[in-house]
């Protein structure tokens, strides 16, 4: 199981790192640096599943670009939906601002047709949600140089919409 859950998350990671865009907007000359306080962590990752966890993977990548991601998984199975939350996170910091936007615009443009997509006002310099309300909440979040996403996979009657909005707007806030 933990290793159908570790190729899992490497498979969506690798998905959203391979599609190609572009986007012209660059009116901020800030460059943030991220650490592992502006990383998901434990009590985050509680607060959004609604149910204590456990840490199923970590990895911190440092090059041009550089990536941590990590996943969440819930103790247990929940008892109103039998499925098990897991929470997956990746954040990137990149050399520019115009790299990032490159990365956000590549995802959002491969999302933006499906149903369930709509834009977040007031978080970082872009932002995107999109959920079918029933499996999956996913929000990904552009402020300068540095692009997260973070989603649920499986929705469960413990997992939070609102406390995964308020920690991905206390993430962003977080950047500097």
Not at 37 to 61: C, F, I, M, Y
Not at 95 to 121: C, F, L, M, R, W
């Amino acid at each position: 199981m933990k290793k159908q859950m570790r190729l899992l998350f490497t498979i969506i990671v690798a998905t959203l790192m391979l599609q190609a865009c572009t986007t012209s907007e660059s009116n901020n000359s800030t460059l943030y640096s991220i650490t592992p306080s502006n990383a998901l962590n434990l009590t985050d990752a509680k607060r959004v599943l609604g149910e204590n966890v456990h840490q199923t993977d970590s990895t911190w990548t440092k090059g041009n670009t550089i990536t941590y991601l990590c996943s969440f998984t819930a103790n247990g199975t929940d008892s109103t939906t039998n499925r098990n939350g897991v929470v997956y996170f990746l954040i990137e910091q990149y050399p520019s601002i115009e790299e990032a936007q490159k990365k956000y615009s590549d995802t959002k443009t491969a999302n933006e047709n499906h149903e369930g997509v709509k834009a977040v006002d007031g978080l970082g310099d872009e932002a995107y949600f999109h959920s079918d309300k029933e499996n999956f909440y996913f929000i990904m979040v552009r402020k300068a140089n540095v692009v997260f996403n973070m989603k649920v996979n499986k929705i469960t009657g413990n997992t939070s919409l609102r406390k995964f909005t308020l920690v991905a707007k206390e993430i962003t806030n977080s950047l500097k």
